[in-house]
T-cell receptor, first 111, second 114 residues
Framework: GDSVTQMEGPVTLSEEAFLTINCTYT??????LFWYVQYPGEGLQLLLK?????DKGSNKGFEATYRKETTSFHLEKGSVQVSDSAVYFC??????????FGGGTRVLVKP | GAVVSQHPSRVICKSGTSVKIECRSL??????MFWYRQFPKKSLMLMAT?????????EQGVEKDKFLINHASLTLSTLTVTSAHPEDSSFYIC??????????FGSGTQLSVL
């Protein structure tokens, strides 16, 4: 079945550092790919998405490119802020809203 | 602001008791609701999908008699963990979608069964 693997955290960074969270997936067909973020005490929120190969999703300075050849959707941000401290989930959906999630990566940005 | 309200955020109960978790949509009609469960350091696993007014569809390996899901209205879904045991301790999270198919998540419930 479908599965998503992302790097385990926690990832601890200093403010303005470069952030990468790796995500790879296994799926039949061509799923849509997502990154969700969960801030402390809040629900998951959609951060960005890509629906086909070579698409780049971007939002709030974060980017991720749908790489079919490497089955990856790595999340990057060039300069993180303390407010980016959260748990980040990579996910895929073959169709509709049924999502398969990775295990989540906790990111802690220190001032 | 939040569009999904999930309560309680944390619950501790004794083994053998039942626990109800509520998930409400605050400003839209949720035609489909999903319940997920997350074990420590593991992925969020889909437990079941429910459409308003019909029985929930459970994923393989999820006990429907153990995890009762009620989607009684377009704004409320409940998950009841019946006769909870320590192995049911987990993080449970709901997500809702409406007619525009945008997906919103609750903030989750941490269940600890002693």
């Amino acid at each position: 079945g479908d599965s998503v693997t992302q790097m385990e955290g926690p990832v601890t960074l200093s403010e303005e550092a470069f952030l990468t969270i790796n995500c790879t997936y296994t799926a039949t067909g061509y799923p849509s790919l997502f990154w969700y973020v969960q801030y402390p005490g809040e629900g998951l929120q959609l951060l960005l998405k890509a629906t086909k190969a070579d698409d780049k999703g971007s939002n709030k300075g974060f980017e991720a490119t749908y790489r079919k050849e490497t089955t990856s959707f790595h999340l990057e941000k060039g300069s993180v802020q303390v407010s980016d401290s959260a748990v980040y989930f990579c996910a895929l959906s073959p169709a509709g809203n049924k999502l398969t999630f990775g295990g989540g990566t906790r990111v802690l940005v220190k001032p | 602001g939040a569009v999904v309200s999930q309560h309680p955020s944390r619950v501790i109960c004794k083994s053998g008791t039942s626990v109800k978790i509520e998930c409400r949509s605050l400003d839209f009609q949720a035609t489909t609701m999903f319940w997920y469960r997350q074990f420590p350091k593991k992925s969020l696993m889909l437990m079941a999908t429910s459409n308003e007014g019909s029985k929930a569809t459970y994923e393989q390996g999820v006990e429907k008699d153990k995890f009762l899901i009620n989607h009684a209205s377009l704004t409320l879904s409940t998950l009841t963990v019946t006769s909870a045991h320590p192995e049911d301790s987990s993080f449970y999270i709901c997500s809702l979608t409406g007619s525009d198919e945008k997906l919103f998540f609750g903030s989750g419930t941490q269940l600890s069964v002693l």
